[in-house]
Structure formats: C-alpha cells, structure tokens
C-alpha cells in the first residue's frame, strides 16, 4: 500500500507565495513521474508540472515562470513552490506520482493525493 500526503496548502494575498509538499509513504520500489494538479472550483481537474525521476519538467503555459517543481528522490517527495500567485490559481492542488510497488509483477500504478486547497485573494 502506498500514500501521498501533501501539505503546504493556505490562503494567501494575490504576489505572494506559498510552497507545496508532497511526500511518497509505503511499499515503494521506485518512483517515477510526480506532478500537481489542480481542480477550481466548477472546472476539471488541469495539469500544472510534472517532474521525471531524472528532473525534466513540464508546465502548464499558465504557471510557467512563477512555478518551480522539484524533488527529492531520496525522500520520495515532490515539492511546488509558488510565486506571485494570482486569484485565478486558487484551486485544490493534487500530487500526484506513477510508483511501482515491491510486488511481483512489477507494475506501476498511478497515485493521488487527497488534496491540499490553494486561496489567492486580491
């Protein structure tokens, strides 16, 4: 079994900044892409970054230059940090990560976080 715990999540002013956690928990071999997602109110869930297990990264066309993802293998986490946040990125925010379990046959599997809610006000 395997969990992803985030935290990080607040209410902040319109140019601010908050940084998100995402940390990997249970019967992990390996991890391979993580990533944030993010679902406003009324809307879909959207991608925001992705990050590979060698560091490449992907943004939405939306965050990027104020976002920066990143991680750390070692501690299986997955960090977002967030600058000059606008009211438009207030959302709930979900890690997200493809783990393959020490089972056998090897498989992975697609995980979630259970959310962590990002308030920009103006």
């Known amino acids: 079994q395997v969990q992803l715990v985030e935290s990080g999540g607040g209410l902040v002013q319109a140019g601010g900044s908050l940084r998100l956690s995402c940390a990997a928990s249970?019967?992990?071999?390996?991890?391979?892409?993580m990533g944030w997602y993010r679902q406003a109110p009324g809307k879909q869930r959207e991608l925001v970054t992705t990050?590979?297990?060698?560091?490449?990264?992907n943004y939405a066309d939306s965050v990027k230059g104020r976002f920066t993802v990143s991680r750390d293998n070692a501690k299986n986490t997955v960090y977002l940090q967030m600058n000059s946040l606008k009211p438009e990125d207030t959302a709930v925010y979900y890690c997200?990560?493809?783990?393959?379990?020490?089972?056998?046959?090897?498989?992975?599997?697609?995980?979630w976080g259970q959310g962590t809610q990002v308030t920009v006000s103006s």
């Open positions: 997200n990560a493809v783990i393959r379990e020490r089972v056998w046959p090897p498989t992975n599997v697609n995980y």
């Open positions: 249970g019967n992990i071999f390996s991890i391979n892409a």
């Open positions: 990050i590979t297990r060698g560091g490449s990264t």
